[in-house]
């Protein structure tokens, strides 16, 4: 099996503890990550969240449970949907100037054999370029104060 790994971060103008807040507002997480939506009230090890990805009819739900849960250093996921498996997570590291550096990480077991090894090899530099582009948002409303 193919395995599809994605790490991106981006340094946030504010300190861990308001990044962490704004990170684990999972109901907020459409207003900043691309075409998805989050329920569920994981704040410990064992929460469950269902993050719905899509435009439309067209997407999928990714369902997670938390593993790891280390606020305001650490979160972790392990990914359980029929479709998507695989783990996740966010690390918070302090920087100076009261910055923090966010680093985003996926690693998903592709599915489908040969044909899901050709789609990750499209699918996955189009993906990464989702997830900056939604970590660059989420640092702009976590320094407006939002």
Same mark, same amino acid.
């Given at each position: 099996m193919t395995t599809g790994e994605v790490t991106a971060s981006v340094v946030v103008h504010a300190p861990p503890e308001r990044v962490w807040a704004m990170l684990v507002a999972w109901e907020?997480?459409? *207003?900043?990550?691309? #075409?998805?939506?989050? %329920? /569920? !009230? #994981? %704040? *410990?090890? =064992?929460?469950?969240?269902?993050? @719905? +990805?899509?435009?439309?009819?067209? =997407?999928? +739900? &990714?369902?997670?449970?938390? !593993?790891?849960? *280390?606020?305001? +250093? @650490?979160? %972790?996921?392990?990914?359980? /949907? @029929?479709?998507?498996? =695989? &783990? /996740? =997570?966010?690390r918070l590291e302090p920087v100076a100037g009261d910055r923090t550096r966010l680093v985003w990480w996926e690693r998903i077991a592709v599915p489908f054999g040969p044909l899901g090894k050709v789609a990750w090899a499209v699918g996955g530099p189009v993906f990464s370029v989702f997830v900056r582009r939604s970590l660059r948002t989420f640092a702009r409303l976590v320094e407006a104060g939002a």
């Open positions: 907020r997480q459409g *207003e900043w990550m691309f #075409a998805t939506s989050v %329920d /569920g !009230t #994981a %704040d *410990e090890v =064992g929460g469950r969240l269902a993050a @719905r +990805t899509g435009v439309g009819p067209l =997407g999928f +739900t &990714d369902h997670m449970i938390v !593993t790891a849960w *280390e606020p305001p +250093t @650490r979160c %972790d996921v392990l990914h359980v /949907g @029929r479709l998507l498996r =695989g &783990d /996740g =997570g966010f």
